[in-house]
């Protein structure tokens, strides 16, 4: 089977051409036993952004599609969209009917999430229709066949045990709100992954334990452009170092002496996320997520 990168090379390309592909729509749609659309409409607009696909039932009433991008797994973003996205369409009076993640690869904890946020569903499914959320994998035969399917048990990533150990305390004490991704140790540093709401999958912002220095950054980890090149470039703070070291991956870096306070680590990584957001809001970039 083939990935959406193989496939369609980016994910708007793909759900362009979802909203006209009513079959495999419908496939979906099969798999967790919804009523059977008739028609749909790609980046349907909301209240400061869009929808990738919204397919209409012969009664008018809506499904949501929301698909991952070329990460391929599924992350907290795409996770919060396909929920706020059904929720945002029930409060306007629109009757939602259930609202899909597709991806390639899930947690287990995203799984249990959605379960948990389907029990109002449940309960009232004539009305909750929009807590009726489910992530699907999708996936491409050799032909280019659009092949949706359930995750078994073997496919879904299985919960970390002891995700944070080190950087314990640090989160609970000053980065609660962080987007944390993973710790991760490899003997001569302890890394701290975390996401930036704003920004794609490809980017991972980090704090970097080392025996004598520690270093907290940004990576644009893949496929970097002229556009993430600009970005990084522009949020630069005073003292940080933009790095191309590798042919597709540009990083901006800031090194503290080993006895910097964890407070001020936190601060001059959020100064550096709003010097993001700041860049976004002045370029009018709503949603670099969706590009």
Not at 99 to 122: A, G, M, N
Not at 215 to 224: Q, S
Not at 259 to 285: M, Y
């Amino acid at each position: 089977m083939k990935t959406l990168r193989e496939q369609w090379g980016s994910e708007t390309a793909f759900t362009k051409h979802l909203a006209t592909d009513i079959d495999s729509l419908n496939k979906i749609n099969d798999l967790i036993g919804l009523p059977r659309i008739l028609r749909a409409v790609n980046e349907f607009s909301i209240l400061n952004g869009s929808i990738d696909v919204v397919g209409y039932t012969a009664k008018g009433h809506l499904v949501v599609y929301e698909h991952q991008d070329l990460n391929g797994r599924a992350d907290q973003v795409h996770v919060s969209k396909t929920i706020r996205y059904a929720n945002a369409l029930h409060v306007t009076g629109l009757k939602v009917l259930g609202s899909i993640l597709l991806c390639e690869s899930v947690d287990q904890q995203y799984l249990e999430e959605f379960k948990s946020h389907r029990w109002s569903y449940e309960k009232r499914p004539s009305y909750n229709g929009h807590a009726n959320v489910h992530i699907i994998k999708s996936q491409w035969s050799e032909t280019g066949e659009y092949v949706p399917i359930l995750f078994d048990d073997s496919q879904i990533i299985k919960k970390e045990e002891n995700i944070l150990t080190f950087y314990k305390s640090f989160i609970e004490v000053y980065a609660c709100e962080w987007i944390v991704q993973r710790e991760e140790t490899n003997g001569n540093a302890v890394t701290l992954w975390h996401r930036i709401l704003e920004l794609p999958t490809k980017y991972m912002a980090y704090v970097h334990t080392l025996k004598n220095e520690i270093k907290i950054g940004v990576h644009c980890l893949k496929d970097c452009t002229s556009e993430d090149e600009t970005l990084l470039q522009s949020v630069l703070p005073p003292k940080w170092v933009y790095r191309n070291s590798a042919r597709d991956r540009r990083t901006i870096e800031f090194c503290f002496p080993k006895d910097a306070s964890w407070k001020d680590i936190w601060l001059e990584t959020e100064t550096v996320k709003q010097q993001i957001r700041l860049f976004l809001q002045q370029n009018k970039i709503v949603d670099l997520c969706q590009t």
